[in-house]
């Protein structure tokens, strides 16, 4: 039987992301190239996608390219840029036939004209689907994220529209790039390390992690499906005692 049968389709997450890691060592245990774990790692994209639309999950946000592996080899990024271009146009219309939102944050204006083209036409193909809306972090990293959304506030409050006493966790949360999104209840990182490496640091605040020895390539439908009853397991307290919830 399928973990899905297991679910509580009542209690969802509204917003979970996913650091997809392991390509490479996936790859390199297998005697291949690194590319050929990122390819494989399109496949599990595909199925987990296919996963959350079919449980119902609102939000589904994936750690594509961190503004760290801008530092990667020339010859990897280049590989990862092409591959993100023939993805996007492979799967577009898998995404309009399961009503799949495509949208992206992060510093895009670095990305190369064809990959920045492509993102631009599917995110314009999609934006009327109603379904998951699945979120491209690329070229994307926390501490750029809060420092672009504190220029943005030094820069209101420099033209007089904004006093530093208004200065609130709304105001800070509607200058990031998630403005839209609710916050996050579920990160999940695969491959084996433990630590959320400059991901969605604020709105990963009450999220709860699941970390997993998977690679991202073994990463399918099954696999998401567990770490969902992993956070159904969890009891969310927000700071409240276990018997505050009770009453």
Same mark, same amino acid.
Not at 45 to 66: D, E, N, P, Q
Not at 162 to 167: A, F, G, Q, Y
């Given at each position: ?13 509204? %917003? ?21 774990? %990122? ?41 990862? &840029? ?6 996007? %146009? ?14 992206? *944050? ?16 599917? &995110?314009? $193909? ?18 750029w994220e809060l420092t672009e959304a504190v220029r943005h506030l030094a820069q209101e409050a420099i033209?007089?529209? $904004? ?8 105001? *800070?949360?509607?200058?990031?790039t998630t403005r839209d999104m609710p916050d996050l209840d579920l990160m999940i990182r695969t491959g ?16 709860? @992690? ?13 696999? $998401?499906?567990?770490?969902? $009853? ?14 505050? @919830? *009770?009453?």
């Amino acid at each position: 039987m399928s973990l899905f049968d297991q679910i509580d389709k009542d209690r969802l997450p509204q %917003h979970v992301a996913i650091i997809m890691d392991g390509n490479g060592r996936w790859a390199k245990a297998r005697g291949k190239e690194r590319s050929y774990g %990122h390819q494989e790692g399109v496949v599990s994209l595909r199925k987990v996608v296919s996963a959350a639309r079919k449980l119902g999950l609102k939000f589904l946000t994936l750690y594509a390219f961190s503004t760290e592996n801008w530092n990667r080899p020339v010859e990897e990024v280049n590989a990862l &840029m092409s591959l993100m271009v023939l993805a996007i %146009h492979r799967e577009t219309p898998l995404l309009m036939e399961n009503n799949v939102r495509l949208s992206a *944050i992060g510093d895009l204006s670095r990305l190369p004209e064809d990959a920045y083209s492509a993102l631009k036409e599917c &995110m314009a $193909l999609t934006a009327g689907n109603t379904g998951t809306r699945m979120t491209l972090a690329i070229s994307y990293s926390s501490r750029w994220e809060l420092t672009e959304a504190v220029r943005h506030l030094a820069q209101e409050a420099i033209e007089g529209h $904004l006093k530093p006493e208004e200065i609130t966790e709304t105001t *800070i949360s509607d200058a990031l790039t998630t403005r839209d999104m609710p916050d996050l209840d579920l990160m999940i990182r695969t491959g084996g390390e433990k630590r959320i490496s400059n991901f969605l640091l604020w709105q990963a605040s009450y999220a709860e @992690l699941y970390f997993t020895d998977i690679y991202w390539p073994d990463f399918r439908e099954e696999e $998401l499906y567990g770490a969902i $009853l992993y956070y159904q397991r969890r009891e969310r307290r927000f700071g409240k005692t276990s018997e505050q @919830l *009770i009453l």
